[in-house]
């Protein structure tokens, strides 16, 4: 089925490690982000894309690093995990020319817990 | 920057109750509405959306919304809800030419049986 794909589900990770996010959407959508969740904060955009090879900053990037080789992949790196970055990792993605009426596909989550 | 506030964090009503949740955006300029809605252990859904024309949007699982724009508003209606409505509800404002939402903190709806 057409979406985004979101790996893994779960992850635990010791302060100091590093990791990728995987995100893959099969719409041949331009924009693709990263949100983290945190309970009574809604959803913080850390990074975005709006196409191969250009991402920019969003709200909250500090501590994370993403690049776009494809327009399928967006992956999130943690450098170097801390307790703070402990939340919930969504991927969204978006056609540029009709994100009104179509808006955000959102992938099922990644839940990150830092030790 | 643009913001948006959502001033009931848990709502709890019982069946058949009617719902308002309030959304309220700070930006001046025009801009696009949009509910989401995330069910235990899922991912977010487009629940309804407003960019232009009728203030009042109909949505899906007869949830509707109203776009007031004297009052930077955007509130989230159901005239009866049901159990499988209890959910986390998101409101999120997109502005000019940009692609990024900013999301509200979210309300908690919890529907008792």
């Known amino acids: 089925n057409a979406g985004v794909t979101q790996t893994p589900k779960f992850q635990v990770l010791k302060t100091g490690q590093s990791m990728t996010l995987q995100c893959a959407q099969d719409m041949n959508h331009e924009y693709m982000s990263w949100y983290r969740q945190d309970p009574g904060m809604g959803l913080r955009l850390i990074h975005y894309s709006v196409g191969a090879g250009i991402t920019d900053q969003g709200e909250v990037p500090n501590g994370y690093n993403v690049s776009r080789s494809t327009t399928e992949d967006f992956p999130l790196r943690l450098l170097s995990a801390a307790p703070s970055q402990t939340s919930v990792y969504f991927c969204a993605s978006s056609p540029l020319s009709d994100f009104v009426n179509y808006g955000y596909t959102f992938g099922s989550g990644t839940r990150l817990t830092v030790v | ?113």
């Not at chain 2, 506030?5 to 709502?11: E, M, P, R």
């Not at chain 2, 700070?26 to 859904?45: A, D, E, I, K």
């Not at chain 2, 949007?57 to 409505?85: H, T």
């Open chain 2, 1 to 113: 920057a643009q913001s948006v506030s959502q001033h009931n964090h848990h709502v709890i009503l019982s069946e058949a109750a009617s719902l308002e949740l309030g959304c309220n955006y700070s930006y001046g300029g025009t801009v696009n509405l949009f509910w989401y809605v995330q069910y235990p252990g899922q991912h977010l859904q487009l629940l309804l959306k407003y960019f232009s024309g009728d203030p009042l949007v109909k949505g899906i699982k007869g949830f509707e919304a109203e776009f007031i724009k004297s009052k930077f508003s955007f509130n989230l209606r159901k005239p009866s809800v049901q159990w499988s409505d209890t959910a986390e509800y998101f409101c999120a404002v997109n502005s000019g030419s940009a692609r990024q939402l900013t999301f509200g903190s979210g309300t908690q709806l919890t529907v008792l049986p």
